[in-house]
T-cell receptor, first 115, second 113 residues
């Protein structure tokens, strides 16, 4: 079983709703990521947190707002989404820098449907 | 420079066959080449990975072959089983920037009983 836990597994929301996706890992990783994955496509990097600080934002619309409250938790706040934002949202973590092996540890994802 | 090209897009083999999936990269700064396996409704999981200082790595029925000069690497699955049916993504990154992995487009493998 994955050591990166994501909740909820499924989420349906309207375009005016505000919701949040949550991610938790207890592997001591200091790098955490949000990816978006459309059907039959590879994961696309959205955000990178390094030592709880946002280090990369891959030009993601402001309706997606990430937050890293501590080294184990990562949130993705959603507001005023569009139907095209429907996708599988994956959280991942890894060791940071030269202490890492390069491996990404993915959660099982949150399947988001925007109506 | 950042692309990873993966082929084929889909692959169907009989049980016991040896599917081969190929990837090519451009950026010579990459030093970590993983393969991720993803089942429907699940997140990707690392299957096997290789660093550029070796030409082959084997773990169980899975083998990566790596050709540094050609900038290509491939996944071989020996004695494939129906349970291997999944989508496989190759990727390339620098170890110090694991999250900036560049993924191939994926290969959907179907192993028929």
């Amino acid at each position: 079983d994955t050591e990166v836990t994501q909740t909820p597994k499924h989420l349906v929301m309207g375009m005016t709703n505000k919701k949040s996706l949550k991610c938790e890992q207890h592997m001591g990783h200091r790098a955490m990521y949000w990816y978006k994955q459309k059907a039959k496509k590879p994961p696309e990097l959205m955000f990178v947190y390094s030592y709880e600080k946002l280090s990369i934002n891959e030009s993601v619309p402001s309706r997606f707002s990430p937050e890293c409250p501590n080294s184990s938790l990562l949130n993705l706040h959603l507001h005023a989404l569009q139907p095209e934002d429907s996708a599988l949202y994956l959280c991942a973590s890894s060791f940071q820098g030269t202490s890492g092996t390069g491996e990404l540890f993915f959660g099982e994802g949150s399947r988001l449907t925007v109506l | 420079q950042q692309q990873v090209k993966q082929s084929p897009q889909s692959l169907i083999v009989q049980k016991g066959g040896i599917p081969i999936i190929n990837c090519a990269y451009e950026n010579t700064a990459f030093d970590y080449f993983p393969w991720y396996q993803q089942f429907p409704g699940k997140g990707p999981a690392l299957l096997i990975a290789i660093r550029p200082d070796v030409s082959e790595k084997k773990e169980g029925r899975f083998t990566i072959s790596f050709n540094k000069s050609a900038k290509q690497f491939s996944l071989h699955i020996m004695d494939s089983q129906p349970g291997d049916s999944a989508t496989y993504f190759c990727a390339a990154s620098m170890v110090i920037h694991a999250g900036k992995s560049t993924f191939g487009d994926g290969t959907t493998l179907t192993v028929k009983p």
